[in-house]
């Protein structure tokens, strides 16, 4: 299911903004992460 990977990403995103440490790149590797499972559904079908 993807909202197991989407409460996932919640998650991650709120406790960083909790410390108030989101940095650029970590951004840019949980947008990765998602794309790169988007693909993954995405080639599977």
Do not use: P, Y
Not at 10 to 20: E, L, Q, V, W
């Amino acid at each position: 299911m993807t909202t197991k990977g989407s409460i996932k990403n919640n998650d991650f995103s709120r406790g960083a903004s909790k410390k108030g440490q989101v940095t650029q790149t970590e951004k840019q590797q949980a947008r990765q992460a998602l794309l790169a499972s988007a693909k993954a559904k995405q080639s599977k079908k």
